[in-house]
């Protein structure tokens, strides 16, 4: 069941002289649901696109089973694209919508009306057939778009940040849907968000983006717990990215202070970046502390407080915990050595982590 089923091998693409993907190669299991995830621009459309036969790669190759499909047209490959601007046709009939690909195709009459009896079932909209477009919310469009897509049962299902014109709470109940619906079709799903949230909610696999190169790719829990890089453990939740030295296997020094860890292979006296989460930190009393500093800003968030630390250096901590400790306290840093993730400096310029302020 696991057999790769699309294979992107060494995607390069450019617009002018914009490489917008470098020599990309990625393999997507059978049934997974895998997100492509990363800053605007970084390149998620364009391999979606490329997969999608919309849109030809420079050189690579986009296997299909097996199969080079790198030069079949999109109608020739059994995948589905929903795209963030649904593009119903206002005129027609909800039914009419989602029997359009199936008409063009010559399908029966009777096929046809089971199969927009099924798909409405599927996106919890049994009934609709003869409503407006224009009398549906935004988030019953964005089912009707994914019902159009079902009916034609394809292999994958391509999802260009399909809920990113749906407001939150209708985002999350549709995040929902869309797990049940790839669980109930067993199909492929690739999605495609700039939503660290949304990555994290759904996905088997996260391949993170940043500018034309795979940054990493893993479960969520690896993605969030053992980022590779200071770009994935930024762009992935808050974090703590701080300059380390790691003086040797399992101690790296911050600021001064030595901090036992659980890395290795690093090298001896090697400049490193370190990431820490901010629930990963303890504010202990002064003296327990690793690194001492002083608290300089707290905010109570429901399920935690927020405080920033502030030690003699001048950097900020992040720190989240379910203590509070008042601004102007003087605190203990204490991160325990499994909660320390060490990581090589970026080697290339392209490879720099870049801020993303969303
Ligand atoms: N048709 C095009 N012509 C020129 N540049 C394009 C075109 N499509 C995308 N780009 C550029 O390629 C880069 C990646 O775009 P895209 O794949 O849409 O990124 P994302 O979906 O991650 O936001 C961007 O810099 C974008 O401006
Ligand atoms: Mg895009």
């Not at 049994?126 to 089912?143: A, H, I, K, P, Y």
């Not at 809920?163 to 109930?184: F, P, V």
């Amino acid at each position: 069941m696991s057999q790769p089923l699309i294979d992107l091998v060494n995607i390069t693409k450019s617009y002018d002289s914009n490489v917008v993907l470098d020599d990309l190669s990625l393999s997507v299991k059978e049934n997974s649901f895998v997100t492509l995830l990363g800053p605007s621009g970084c390149g998620k459309t364009t391999t979606l696109r490329i997969i999608g036969g919309f849109e030809s790669a420079d050189s690579g190759k986009v296997i299909f089973g097996g199969n080079d499909i790198t030069k079949l047209p999109p109608n020739k490959r059994q995948l589905n694209t929903v795209f963030q601007k649904y593009a119903l046709f206002p005129h027609m009939s909800i039914a009419d919508n989602i029997a359009f690909g199936l008409k063009i195709k010559n399908k029966p009459k009777q096929y046809i009306d089971d199969k927009i009896k099924y798909a409405l079932k599927l996106v919890n909209l049994d009934g609709f057939e003869n409503r407006s477009v224009d009398s549906l919310s935004g988030g019953q469009q964005q089912r009707i778009a994914i019902a159009r897509a079902i009916v034609n049962e394809p292999k994958v299902l391509l999802l260009d940040e399909p809920l990113g014109a749906l407001d939150l709470k209708l985002r999350q109940d549709m995040q929902y849907e869309l797990i049940r619906l790839k669980n109930e079709l067993g199909i492929t799903f690739i999605y495609v968000t700039h939503d660290q949230e949304e990555a994290l909610t759904m996905s088997d696999t996260i391949v993170v983006m940043n500018q034309g190169y795979i940054q990493q790719m893993g479960s969520p829990e690896q993605i969030y717990n053992e980022p590779e890089n200071a770009f994935v453990a930024d762009f992935i939740g808050e974090s703590n990215i701080v300059d380390g030295l790691m003086l040797h296997d399992e101690l790296v020094e911050i600021f001064g202070a030595k901090f036992p860890c659980v890395d290795r292979g690093f090298g001896v006296r090697q400049p490193v970046d370190v990431v820490i989460r901010p629930e990963d930190i303890d504010l202990v009393k002064p003296e327990l502390g690793t690194l001492e500093g002083v608290v300089t800003h707290l905010i109570f968030k429901g399920v935690h407080y927020e405080m920033e630390v502030t030690t003699p250096d001048g950097f900020e901590w992040l720190v989240h915990s379910t203590d509070m400790c008042p601004v102007g306290e003087k605190v203990g840093i204490h991160v325990d050595p499994f909660d320390i993730q060490i990581m090589n400096k970026p080697a290339s310029e392209d490879e720099e982590a870049v801020s993303i302020d969303e």
